[in-house]
């Protein structure tokens, strides 16, 4: 089947560091995403990116779709980032999800 | 703009019980679903609809019935709640099929007992 997997599973960061997210997927894709789920459990939508790179603040994301993966880049952390970051792909209809990567930033 | 609402924010129901989540949004999006979130596991797509009148199952379907009258509203039924139902719900829309926009609503907390 579809796989969407992302890493590492966990990350402990001191505030102000910078970051890495991975997210791999299984066949060419046409449609990723990354969210954002606070401690709070809220889950928020920050970046459709089906290929290429955008930036939003401090976050940034790059899809190379040809070679399966996306990356989402988190710089000058601040422990507002905690939480646990998605990536899904689109799979037909349905939105398919990674197991996500918990994050904590320490102050 | 309220964006996607749930309700109930918190539940318990006893094994056998059944009851609905309700689901409305309000920008006009086409696509709704819902997911279940347990540990570990990610979110796990439980039925979605791609407009009024269409539904269909989704990975975990086993459970729950669905319906889509209106373009707003998208309730979830469980029939006979079991204890491995217990869970967050999340309902989510979007514009196009998993598309961009995807927006979720704040969760419902369910235990079953």
């Known amino acids: 089947g579809i796989q969407v997997e992302q890493s590492p599973p966990d990350l402990i960061l001191q505030e102000g560091a910078n970051s890495t997210l991975r997210c791999n997927f299984s066949d060419s894709v046409n449609n990723l995403q990354w969210f954002h789920q606070n401690p709070w459990g809220q889950l928020i939508n920050l970046f459709y990116?089906?290929?290429g790179t955008k930036q939003n603040g401090r976050l940034s994301a790059t899809t190379v779709a040809t070679e399966r993966y996306s990356l989402l880049y988190i710089s000058s952390s601040q422990t507002t980032d905690s939480g646990v970051y998605f990536c899904a792909r689109k799979h037909g209809n349905k939105l398919v999800f990674g197991a996500g990567t918990i994050l904590r930033v320490k102050s | 703009n309220a964006g996607v609402t749930q309700t109930p924010k918190f539940q318990v129901l006893k094994t056998g019980q059944s009851m609905t989540l309700q689901c409305a949004q309000d920008m006009n999006h086409e696509y709704m679903s819902w997911y279940r979130q347990d540990p570990g596991m990610g979110l796990r797509l439980i039925h979605y609809?791609?407009?009024?009148?269409?539904?269909d199952q989704g990975e975990v379907p086993n459970g729950y019935n669905v319906s889509r009258s209106t373009t707003e509203d998208f309730p979830l039924r469980l029939l006979s709640a079991a204890p491995s139902q217990t869970s967050v719900y999340f309902c989510?829309?979007?514009?196009?099929?998993?598309?961009?926009?995807?927006?979720f609503g704040s969760g419902t907390r369910l235990t079953v007992v």
């Open positions: 990116i089906p290929s």
């Open positions: 989510a829309s979007s514009y196009g099929q998993g598309g961009s926009g995807y927006t």
């Open positions: 609809s791609v407009g009024a009148g269409i539904t």
